[in-house]
């Protein structure tokens, strides 16, 4: 009755080890509360990583009324569309299409966004997202 030799919680290496009731539990909860930490600290990880790449992906593309400028616009028209040699007299882009449609028949598939681009021989109307002349008129 007195021989007892200590209950074993554990193996390792095919030996037992002793171990108390309360070290076992402690040992068991830094155990839950590494893995639990490694776990949130991969998702948190995965998650922005996905954020990211939808960011770049999805939202980041569409284009933005500061960052074209003249140049690049006309350099894009140019590749599809034969520019006349004469200097551009003013280019703008469609803040209302609603208000230009009802002013002109020639304004009546404008949307919002499209590059509306002016020589002394023509007009052109742009939309540079989609590299697509919607109308021309030549004077």
Same mark, same amino acid.
């Given at each position: ?9 554990s ?38 990583? %996905? ?8 939202l980041?593309?569409? %284009?933005?009324?500061e ?7 006309? %350099?894009?028209?140019?590749?599809n ?16 299409? $609603? ?7 020639f304004? @009546?598939?404008? @949307? ?7 020589? $002394? ?8 997202d @989609? ?8 004077y």
């Amino acid at each position: 009755m007195y021989n007892k030799k200590p209950k074993t919680k554990s193996t390792y290496n095919n030996e037992k080890l002793p171990l108390s009731g309360n070290l076992y539990k402690k040992n068991k909860r830094r155990i839950s509360f590494a893995k639990l930490f490694k776990l949130v600290f991969a998702s948190v990880a995965f998650l922005s990583l %996905t954020f990211i790449v939808i960011y770049v992906v999805f939202l980041n593309n569409k %284009t933005n009324a500061e960052s074209v400028n003249q140049g690049t616009v006309l %350099t894009q028209l140019s590749k599809n569309f034969v520019l006349p040699e004469e200097e551009v007299v003013s280019m703008m882009r469609v803040s209302n299409a $609603k208000e230009l449609s009802s002013q002109d028949t020639f304004y @009546k598939n404008v @949307k919002n966004g499209d590059y509306i681009i002016v020589y $002394k021989s023509m007009v052109i109307i742009y939309n540079f997202d @989609k590299n697509l002349v919607e109308n021309v008129r030549t004077y």
